[in-house]
């Protein structure tokens, strides 16, 4: 077993009897800043009316909206699709909320069939982030999709 199948058995049973979505982010974000090195921020941005718009997370304050196709997490709603980022410095049109940021990790996130919002880790270092660590969160937002389809 991989770490990150284990993580998924642990946010798993973490969220199992969760009724409350902002409980369930909260709580995989957590489970994220605690699993990960050499990270600067994880968490959540939540679709609302078009924009993203700042969930639970661990870390410093952050940008608090970011319209879909803008910055790392834009691009990841617009095209529906993992955004790993090596090095956001050469990201066209990233966006700065934590100057020590370097690399970048963006998830999207689905519930009831549309986007429900974006997985969101930035690390200090470039490179930090691997396509081992792309298919081991993209199981840690399975985990999530799965319970998010049950409460919402």
Not at 55 to 78: D, Y
Not at 101 to 110: D, F, G, K, T
Request: proline share 3%; with cysteine.
């Amino acid at each position: 077993m991989t770490d990150y199948e284990l993580k998924a058995k642990q946010l798993e049973a973490l969220i199992e009897d969760t009724g409350w979505d902002i409980s369930v982010l909260a709580n995989a974000s957590a489970l994220i800043w605690e699993a990960l090195g050499d990270i600067n921020w994880a968490g959540f941005y939540i679709m609302k009316k078009g924009t993203l718009e700042l969930g639970p997370f661990q870390g410093k304050t952050a940008c608090v909206s970011i319209r879909s196709g803008k910055g790392v997490c834009g691009t990841a709603v617009a095209e529906d699709k993992t955004q790993l980022v090596p090095d956001v410095h050469q990201f066209p049109g990233h966006i700065a909320c934590d100057s020590a940021s370097n690399s970048e990790i963006v998830i999207p996130l689905h519930a009831g069939g549309r986007i429900y919002g974006v997985l969101d880790i930035d690390s200090p270092l470039k490179a930090r982030f691997s396509e081992d660590d792309r298919a081991g969160l993209e199981l840690l937002t399975s985990v999530l999709e799965k319970r998010l389809d049950e409460i919402l």
